[in-house]
């Protein structure tokens, strides 16, 4: 963290890169560190600061975080006149202000390149988008309950012309980093991610990780086997024995892969993957109770299994939902 050395830019010309940062009320502070605290350490080690950033929203002014930051925010543009747009994702999906579709036409007419970060991406998608676009695993879920017209991408980032959109999340740092390495020296690149105690940067098309599982790490093919059939079978869920059978495992293998790797058994990790997207449901759809357990292999005492797990019942947390809507 003391590292104080400077290194060559690779622009002979030494042009600033100015990144627009645009958030919205809700906006999620982990992707805005990962992208700014980039191009401030980039901006440390290179001999001429290449990268200038500034915070916007649609209307200018103090902008709060889902974790109380403030953020002071100058008006977007009509006329923009940055290399970067980056807009940043939130915990309502259904914020209006992510609904950007004329601002990045401005910015890309302009030549901008602009990066839609989860929400921000899963909106561009559900309004504008085509196939083979990108969001974060858990929006892309969501999407698809809502009837969206394509599935989304589970791979970090993809892109179409200069539009990409991306994960979001911890992922955010792996796309800074990619954006910085067109305009400084490999070495520098590098020096930001270790200092960022940053081990791997991902490409664009590595897999998100799902679960909290990094399929990279554990190299272990029958375990990613097993956690996919799992994911393709959330509303009927399929009994331990059939999966092992399909795998050509024993109980006993695949007990002490999940014990090795996730540190709990099949079962309970099915049970919570379900759980999970039951809890997506209950914060982000209008279905009832009864159809999000049905929807996530629940027929029968979703609500008791909901509280055991998360400590509230399905309808308290919607009640809980209701009443900060109405502050």
């Known amino acids: 963290m003391t590292a104080k050395r400077k290194l060559r830019l690779v622009n ?3 042009k600033t890169w100015q990144f627009d940062v645009i958030v919205a009320p809700g906006f999620v502070l982990t992707e805005l560190a990962g992208l700014v605290d980039v191009l401030r350490i980039a901006n440390r080690v290179c001999p001429n600061p290449p990268f200038a950033f500034t915070y916007r929203s649609l209307r200018g002014g103090l902008i709060e975080s889902s974790s109380g930051a403030v953020v002071a925010t100058e008006r977007v543009r009509s006329q923009p006149q940055a290399d970067y747009l980056f807009v940043i994702g939130n915990t309502d999906p259904d914020q209006p ?7 990045v036409q401005d910015y890309t007419f302009r030549g901008a390149q602009v990066f ?31 009837g969206a017209r394509f599935d989304a991408r589970f791979s970090i980032a993809t892109q179409q012309g200069p539009v990409i959109t991306c994960a979001g999340m911890g992922a955010t740092v792996d796309v800074a980093l990619s954006v910085i390495g067109r305009h400084i020296s490999g070495p520098a690149k590098m020096t930001v991610a270790d200092i960022m105690l940053h081990e791997h940067i991902r490409d664009f098309g590595s897999m998100q990780p799902v679960s909290g599982l990094k399929t990279s790490a554990t190299g272990d093919d029958a375990l990613d086997q097993c956690i996919k059939t799992m994911q393709a079978n959330i509303e009927d869920p399929l009994p331990i024995n059939e999966i092992v059978a399909a795998l050509g495992l024993s109980n006993r293998s695949l007990e002490r892969k999940f014990k090795t790797y996730l540190g709990t058994t099949p079962n309970n990790f099915y049970r919570e993957m379900r759980l999970a997207k039951a809890n997506t449901l209950l914060l982000h759809t209008t279905l009832s109770v009864r159809e999000i357990g049905l929807a996530c292999g629940f027929p029968n005492g979703f609500s008791a299994v909901y509280k055991s797990f998360y400590g509230i019942t399905p309808f308290a947390l919607r009640r809980q939902k209701r009443t900060a809507a109405q502050r």
């Open 12 to 14: 002979p010309d030494k």
């Open 97 to 103: 202000d992510l609904s950007l579709g004329r601002v």
């Open 116 to 146: 839609l970060l989860a929400e921000a991406a899963s909106r561009y998608i559900n309004e504008r988008g085509s196939a083979d676009l990108a969001t974060h695993w858990e929006n892309a879920a969501f999407l698809r309950e809502r």
